[in-house]
């Protein structure tokens, strides 16, 4: 989407411009993170046609994943003592657990009646509903500054999506609280607890889904410059 590539941009020229000028006041910084995330059951409109060797019939359905595990990387720069931004990118698998709704669905072998659930192995082609997500996005960070070696902190962020079966990048955006600790002046620890929301796309079956909204609870790693 054009307003979040824009988004991205700026982003990335303002990291960039804060890197050229840094001085000893301020402070570069990556970190790794690792959460497990778990995904709401994504909703489709009544669909009837064909794709991906799946015919279906007035077919409604409730998607349920499995929770996941997700990998990220963040870099960004502290602009003030209070506020930094950063980049960050993100990916993790969605895997179907089953499916609820109505309506029918066939392989061309077995055609199934969705008016009971639908779970995982029912279907030769199964795998047909898994996506891999990679998020790209643009944070920003806000630190409450204590007396101590722990700062809590709440962010937000703004980007894109790329799902494997699904065409083209969807907008994305996130918030995020969390705390992290100093471990020393240059290593340091956290926590965070993360909303996302991707706008719903539609798969190569020619399914539309609605917003996929994941939550995750994670830890990170981080050096700062």
């Given at each position: 989407?054009?307003i979040t590539k824009t988004f991205l941009k700026v982003g990335t020229s303002l990291m960039l411009t804060a890197f050229a000028a840094s001085?000893?006041?301020?402070?570069?910084?990556?970190?790794?993170q690792l959460s497990m995330v778990d995904v709401k059951d994504v909703s489709t409109p009544v669909y009837s046609g064909s794709g991906g060797g799946f015919?279906?019939?007035?077919?409604?359905?409730?998607?349920?994943?499995?929770?996941?595990?997700?990998?990220?990387?963040?870099?960004?720069?502290?602009?003030?003592?209070?506020?930094?931004?950063?980049?960050?990118?993100?990916?993790?698998?969605?895997?179907?657990?089953?499916?609820?709704?109505?309506?029918?669905?066939?392989?061309?072998?077995?055609?199934?009646?969705?008016?009971?659930?639908?779970?995982?192995?029912?279907?030769?082609?199964?795998?047909?509903?898994?996506?891999?997500?990679?998020?790209?996005?643009?944070?920003?960070?806000?630190?409450?500054?204590?007396?101590?070696?722990?700062?809590?902190?709440?962010?937000?962020?703004?980007?894109?999506?790329?799902?494997?079966?699904?065409?083209?990048?969807?907008?994305?955006?996130?918030?995020?609280?969390?705390?992290?600790?100093?471990?020393?002046?240059?290593?340091?620890?956290?926590?965070?607890?993360?909303?996302?929301?991707?706008?719903?796309?539609?798969?190569?079956?020619?399914?539309?889904?609605?917003?996929?909204?994941?939550?995750?609870?994670?830890?990170?790693?981080?050096?700062?410059?």
């Open positions: 989407m054009p001085n000893a006041s301020a402070e570069m910084y990556i970190e790794g015919t279906f019939s007035s077919f409604k359905a409730s998607v349920k994943y499995d929770d996941t595990t997700s990998l990220g990387v963040e870099a960004g720069y502290r602009f003030t003592p209070n506020f930094r931004a950063g980049l960050s990118y993100t990916a993790f698998s969605l895997d179907m657990k089953s499916i609820n709704g109505s309506g029918k669905i066939s392989d061309g072998t077995t055609i199934v009646d969705l008016s009971t659930s639908l779970t995982r192995g029912q279907l030769s082609g199964d795998s047909s509903f898994d996506n891999n997500v990679k998020l790209t996005m643009a944070q920003a960070y806000w630190d409450f500054q204590m007396d101590s070696a722990i700062t809590p902190y709440v962010g937000i962020g703004l980007g894109q999506a790329k799902i494997s079966n699904a065409s083209g990048t969807h907008g994305a955006t996130s918030f995020t609280i969390g705390a992290n600790y100093d471990i020393n002046e240059n290593n340091y620890l956290g926590v965070r607890y993360n909303m996302t929301k991707v706008d719903g796309p539609t798969d190569t079956l020619g399914i539309t889904y609605q917003d996929i909204e994941a939550n995750s609870i994670g830890i990170t790693y981080g050096y700062r410059f």
